[in-house]
């Protein structure tokens, strides 16, 4: 299972020399912006690219030919995952502290929760939509969540105050943890759906 993590890293050699100017262009440019964001920018730059080379040269068709089970291939993606988002995390980490771009373990953490929640959603949707597809939804999935979400929290925030009442008075490190348990649980509940669809899907 370790070949099959390591062969995102190894076909994104091309790839892999852009992310260091990736991260530099928005440690440069984008003073503004949340080193959260930035954070998961970093997180889903492998993964994702790994899941597009995947879909572009249908590598399913290669990798169900090895002497690999379907639960190992879809176990290598997601344990990969998250290999590679504490990996990226990391040197961008580095990159942004070279540049002086100030941020907190908090802003990680934030990362981490969102890309669980990002890839809970979108990793099952390799293997259900057609090849072609998938980059179109990601891309408008991603800007829908953008335009969506902050006016649903303002609604939520107004209209449900038992709710908000609750979540404002936790502690900052309860918060946290739930958040955390909601986060890498919506993960492993995809990792299932995405076993289960994937052993049932026919290359």
């Known amino acids: 299972m370790f070949n099959l993590i390591k062969k995102d890293f190894v076909i994104q050699k091309t790839q892999l020399l852009l992310f260091i100017p990736f991260i530099m262009f928005f440690a440069i440019f984008a003073g503004h912006m949340s080193p959260a964001f930035i954070f998961l920018l970093a997180s889903m730059y492998i993964p994702i690219n790994g899941y597009f080379y995947d879909e572009q040269v249908e590598s399913n068709i290669l990798l169900n030919s090895l002497p690999y089970t379907r639960k190992e291939i879809v176990a290598a993606k997601y344990i990969g995952a998250i290999a590679y988002m504490i990996l990226s995390i990391g040197v961008a980490g580095i990159i942004l ?107």
């Open 97 to 203: 502290y070279i540049f002086n771009y100030d941020f907190l373990i908090m802003d990680i953490a934030i990362a981490m929760g969102l890309f669980f929640i990002f890839a809970a959603f979108a990793f099952p949707l390799f293997y259900i939509l057609k090849p072609g597809y998938i980059g179109v939804v990601i891309i408008v999935g991603m800007i829908t969540l953008a335009v969506v979400l902050p006016p649903l929290f303002r609604f939520l925030a107004k209209h449900f105050t038992t709710i908000t009442d609750f979540l404002s008075s936790l502690s900052t490190t309860a918060s946290y943890l739930i958040g955390a348990a909601i986060s890498i649980g919506l993960y492993l509940i995809s990792w299932m759906v995405s076993r289960f669809i994937y052993q049932r899907k026919v290359f």
